[in-house]
């Protein structure tokens, strides 16, 4: 049936409701939602059946007369009876359903409701703002929860119907039925409590994780453990950072002139080492004295190799011209006099190696071609690790390419290579240690890469993650470069690199390190630790969620132990048990550490965003706009919608809930703002 002229609001209800009328539903009200102006918005339809089962419905004009349905609203639903709150200053009440309101209304009583008990989120409440308001909530479980929601949007009381006399679910209506001599002062001097908690119980964003254990720097042996010591004073860095740099360096130095050896299996003294610390924490400061003097190594062999290129220049121009004579004066003999001749002159000088002694940010490929024309060990080492991390190298084409290399580097085989503009390319002997220091959300991508530690690459890398020294970090008027530890350890490293390196008979770049056995006491404490480690791997065991290091823990020990030995003695013929005892030591902390990144890399990059936006808003102030969060805020939220789905993370939580539209923060009224827990 359409529309007939002139229909009333009344009409058009019956009009709508009539299938429903005709099953019994009786008309209760017609409820008109109206502007603070008192231009109407829409109604809302309320019938009751005789069992008790309701049927609501919202009605509008919708340019063709009455229909089903309401306006669309932006900022939420409006609030009932706008009208009367913009025309009055009195405390207005916060009720549940119109009835009650309009039952208030009768004496004089200023109220209204955003609907039903599940309707406070979905209303526009800041016509209420820094309004007197009481919350008259229903006297049920469903009421307490509404005046909850409500409480958690507004500042206000609200009633304790508790001590009203109400029957369960009693409400405003049925008081004033009981009361029916009461007034508006009556309603007013009714007792009231402040809401519970306003906030919810907090829950953590992530479990708590135990700090890092201290570095053992007494295990690296008398030299290694005073130079670190002397740095961490003088710089005022963590005791791990200066350790793991000492050990990286001393390894870097050591690798060349031993290999490992213990029931025929061989392994080098190579050691792939990461250190994760936060910008500031002087871990470029750490590093340029750790390697200063393979710094200074690497110098003096640039400037060597610059007279031995002008040398070599010499010899090759003088070979090319004595090869062309023989050539031109045999050229119409014999294939064997003219090879005879050749013979005589010889084989052309080999030009001088490359005095490369670190690099920082290389592909694979160009470590390659540097360990075939350079020396057979290498450095790769950088305190801005992640320009190697985040390059070339590492990208997602390449990462699996470079994870293998490095892997098989670590392990010292054979590098093998066929490429169409390189040919073939066969390395033995080849030696590589790496360092490299990363800021923490870099060291969550590494340690976070299932592709890296499927590959087997994590498993071969040392990591710490030192406690910050910020805010204890008094200066000390000290000279690194007059301390007797430092200089004890730029003479000892500088021996190391400078000392002949073993190389196979016949060749100038293929290492023979020496064989490097452990004393037969020193082998029994190798075993110990190797099976206690692997028994520790089993599922549920303490090992088993970082079982790519554990693996290779006994031979990240054995190495670790050879290279305190060669530290101690380059001449020595065996690891001792004070040796092992040390490489033991390092290996437990590092399987410690790793357990800590594990957990810290498998925490949802959405979490780490929340714990920034929480640590973001504490400084700045307790309330923020959300537009104040993604122009300002951290670099991972600087668009609205991510902003907002971390606010509603950090809701979830109890970390953090919206205000009420309307409020005013930072000197403006805000439509969407939000406070933090303090």
Known sequence: MGMTANETPKDAAGRLSSAMLNKGFMPHALHEYTNADGSTLYYRIRLKHPNGEKWIRPMCQNGSGFAIGEPKFPNGKPLYRLHGIANSTEPVFVCEGENTCDALDTIGIVATTSGGSSSADSADWAPLAGRKCIIWPDNDEAGARYAQAVADKLSASVLDVSKLGLSDKGDAVDWLAENPDATASDVLALPTVEPKSVWPDALPLRRDTPPPEPFPLDALGPLLSDTARCMADTLQCPDALAGQSVLAAATLAAQAHADVVIDGRVSPLS?????????GERKSAVDSWALKPHEEHQRLLREQQVAEIASWKIEHAAWKRANDNAMAANKKKSREAIAAALREVGEPPSEPLDPMVMTSEPTYEGLVKLLARGLPTLGLFSDEGGRFLGGHAMSADNVLKTAAGLSGL?????????????????????????????????????FGDALLAG??????????????????????????????????????????????????????QEL???????????????????????????????????SSLASKAAEHALRLAGVLAVVRDTDTQSITADDMRGGITLANFYLTEAGLLHEEATIDEELRTAERVLEWARKRSAR????????????????????????????????????????????????NAWETRT
């Open 271 to 279: 050691g792939y080492f990461v250190t994760v610390a936060e910008s």
């Open 410 to 446: 670590w392990d010292a085989k054979a590098i093998t290579r066929t490429r169409a503009g390189d040919g073939n390319i066969v390395l033995y002997g080849r030696r590589l240690s790496m360092h490299l220091m990363v800021q923490p959300n870099v060291a969550g991508m590494l």
């Open 455 to 508: 590959q087997g690459l994590l498993g071969r890398i040392l990591a710490v993650c030192p406690t910050s020294t910020k805010g204890s970090r008094l200066y000390k008027p000290k000279d690194m470069r007059t301390e007797p530890a430092y200089r004890a350890y730029c003479i000892r490293m500088t021996s190391l690199l400078q000392r002949e390196m073993p190389l196979r008979e016949g060749s100038r």
């Open 512 to 546: 023979s390190p020496k064989a490097l056995p452990p004393s037969d006491e020193a082998k029994t404490n190798w075993i110990a630790f190797h099976n206690h480690v692997e028994e520790q791997q089993h599922p549920g065991g303490s090992l088993a969620t970082i």
């Open 624 to 671: 923020f706009a959300t537009e104040t969060l993604y122009q300002n805020g951290p670099v991972e939220v600087r668009n609205k919608a991510d902003a907002e789905r971390v606010l509603r993370t950090l809701e979830l939580h109890g970390l953090a809930r919206q205000l009420p539209a309307g409020v005013e923060v930072d000197g403006k009224l805000r439509r």
